[in-house]
């Protein structure tokens, strides 16, 4: 049962474009929704994350749009970068009786170009 | 400050041998999880350490077993490997428990042959 569904599978975005990835969750106990980013041969990396009491948060260039009814939760990479080149992940976890267990998605392979 | 430390980086073993796994902590953290990524089924919840306690485990089969020390480093041990064990095995450390923020290390690439 995948329990977080992320959207697109790969995404190619021209340099100073907007990157859009989405992600949709089915257990309304979930209320941590940190993104993740990954590099070849690397860990994942946190990048942002939200809790579904605000309805967005914004850290530089990233920024995490969450709408709790819809279950729903997207990333937006502003002015991006060939360096931004990466997979990112979504994912979720639910505070009482989940520790900090995550449940990702599966993933978005980006690709910025010149 | 030192980030999540994951030993060996590279491993290949044969097919029903046996593996151990370690995972050091950022300092002052003392929740410790591991995770299996593949391409396949991507990055799945091995299970989850706190003060040397089991508080979370994952849907794999028992050859999977971990424990956590009393300085927070965690070890994970997967016993009569198969080829479906091939993949990058992830620590992630964390301060507390409950949604608190988690770090990953590099991982340790395992291949069965």
């Known amino acids: 049962q995948q329990q977080v569904k992320q959207s697109p599978q790969s995404l190619i975005v021209q340099k100073g474009g907007i990157s859009i990835i989405n992600c949709a969750y089915e257990?309304?106990?979930?209320?941590?929704f940190p993104w993740y980013q990954q590099f070849p041969g690397k860990g994942p990396a946190l990048l942002i994350a939200?809790?579904?009491?605000?309805s967005e948060k914004k850290e530089g260039r990233f920024t995490i749009s969450f709408n709790k009814s819809a279950k729903q939760f997207s990333l937006h990479i502003m002015d991006s970068q060939p360096g931004d080149s990466a997979t990112y992940f979504c994912?979720?976890?639910?505070?009482?009786?989940?520790?900090?267990?995550?449940?990702f998605g599966t993933g978005t392979q980006l690709k910025v170009e010149l | 400050k030192a980030g999540v430390t994951q030993t060996p980086r590279y491993l290949i073993k044969t097919r029903g041998q046996q593996v151990t796994l370690s995972c050091s902590p950022i300092?002052?953290?003392?929740?410790v999880s591991w995770y299996q990524q593949t391409p396949g089924q991507g990055l799945q919840f091995l299970f989850e350490?706190?003060?040397?306690?089991?508080?979370n485990k994952g849907n794999f089969p028992g050859r999977f077993s971990g424990r956590q020390f009393s300085n927070s480093r965690s070890e994970m041990n997967v016993s009569t490997l198969e080829l479906g064990d091939s993949a990058l095995y992830l620590c992630?450390?964390?301060f507390g428990l409950g949604n608190t923020e988690a770090f990953f290390g590099q991982g340790t690439r395992l291949t069965v042959v």
């Open positions: 939200i809790r579904p009491d605000v």
């Open positions: 350490y706190f003060s040397e306690t089991q508080r």
């Open positions: 257990n309304t106990a979930f209320d941590y």
């Open positions: 994912a979720a976890s639910k505070a009482t009786g989940g520790g900090n267990k995550l449940t």
């Open positions: 300092s002052g953290h003392r929740s």
């Open positions: 992630a450390s964390s």
